[in-house]
Structures are given as C-alpha cells and as structure tokens.
C-alpha cells in the first residue's frame, strides 16, 4: 500500500510525527492479569499515513485468551503458539515509535495495557505521551454522545475495514479518523491537539 494523504499540510502539525497504534488483548482488565496478544502501530507525519511501514506483531501472552476476546478479534489461542513474547515486542514497538507521539482510539484502554506489560520488560521502557481520538472525537462533536471507533468513522464517512477488530487494519482506521478529525476540528497546532486529545482533558457535555 502506498502512503495517502488526506488533508491539506497547512492544517496539520507537520513537524510532530505521531504513532498510531492499537492492541488486541486476552481480555478487558490489565491490573487482573490480562495481556497484550496482537500490537501494531503505523506513522503518521505531515497529513501523510506511512502504510508501507506499519508495525504489527502477535504477542505470546503465556495465558489462554478468553472466549469473548477470541469471538472479537478472531485470534486464538493456537495462533499464538509460537509468537514473541511481550519482552522481545514491546521494546521492537517502543522503538517503531521512538520519537513520536502515540495516538490511539480509547487511549486510555491501550495506555494502560503498555503500562502492565512493561512491567514485565522489568520496568527499563519508557511509555511516550499518548493521545486520544475519542477524546478528540468529544472535543469536536461535543453534541454527540457515542464516539467509539465504529461511530466516529461512519460520522466522518470513512469505509470500515473487512478485518475490523485485528491491530492493524483497526491502527489504519484510526489513522484516518486522526486526520479526519484534525480538519474537522481545524485544529493546526500540537498545543490545540493536546488540548483536545489528551488523556488528562476533561470533556464536558
């Protein structure tokens, strides 16, 4: 695939580079053992997402992963027989997004499985800032009152992926509403970003 650009540079922050990522887990709690079973990631600089050199790896999470989880993401536990431990993918992903800012849809979600999982890494890795799309998403259309990937990506008449709920087609979607969402939102600074977008925003209704 080649890299697309969908919005006008002006618009865009162009000299901050962002890692979109996104992780598929065995389940919803990290702090009650759950673990990262599938991480992707891919560049987004100056309006431009650099498909041609996304990151995307399955992980061993040396659990079973639930039922439920499976139903969603379509990975199983035999898939995973095999794959790289967190320890080995997590530092490989980290350095994908060296130098970057992390973006992801319920960042808040995907944060704090990198935050459980580096602990196995014995604390050495350091998480970059992230940022939130849904949050972005409650900043632009504060009118509205449900923002999770589905809804946010037909508002903004983009096409879902076949493979929707895998890493990677779901970082490129991502990917898409970011841009989308910065031209929506007129935003044309990193500090209008953040305003926006961090985790920390409180947004109001």
Same mark, same amino acid.
């Given at each position: ?24 887990t ?8 759950d ?23 399955l992980?061993?999470p040396?659990?079973?992963i ?23 993918v +997590?530092p ?8 970057s800012?992390?973006?992801?849809h319920?960042?808040?979600f ?14 050495y890795?350091?998480i970059?800032?992230? +940022? ?5 998403s ?13 809804v946010v990506?037909k ?16 970082v ?13 939102g ?12 961090? +985790? ?6």
């Open positions: 695939m080649r890299p697309t650009l969908y919005i006008p540079q002006a618009m865009f922050p162009s000299d901050t580079t962002f890692t979109v990522f996104d992780t598929e065995t389940g919803l709690n990290p702090k009650g053992g673990r990262i079973v599938e991480i992707a990631g891919v560049k987004v600089e100056g309006g431009i997402i650099d498909n041609e050199h996304a990151f995307t790896s992980v061993n040396e659990c079973k639930s039922k439920e989880a499976s139903r969603i993401n379509k990975i199983s536990n035999e898939d995973l027989v095999g794959a790289p431990s967190i320890t080995e +997590l490989q992903f980290l350095d994908f997004a060296k130098g800012i992390l973006i992801a319920n960042a808040e995907d944060r704090g499985f990198l935050e459980a999982e580096k602990e196995a890494c014995w604390g890795v350091e970059p800032e992230c +940022l939130c799309t849904m949050k972005l409650r900043s632009i259309f504060s009118a509205e009152y449900r923002h999770n990937l589905d990506s508002r903004l008449n983009l096409s879902m992926p076949e493979a929707r709920h895998r890493a990677l087609p779901d490129l979607l991502t990917a898409q509403v970011l841009l989308k969402l910065i031209e929506t007129k935003i044309s600074s990193l500090d209008k970003l953040r305003e926006c977008a961090s +985790l920390q925003t409180a947004v109001w209704r």
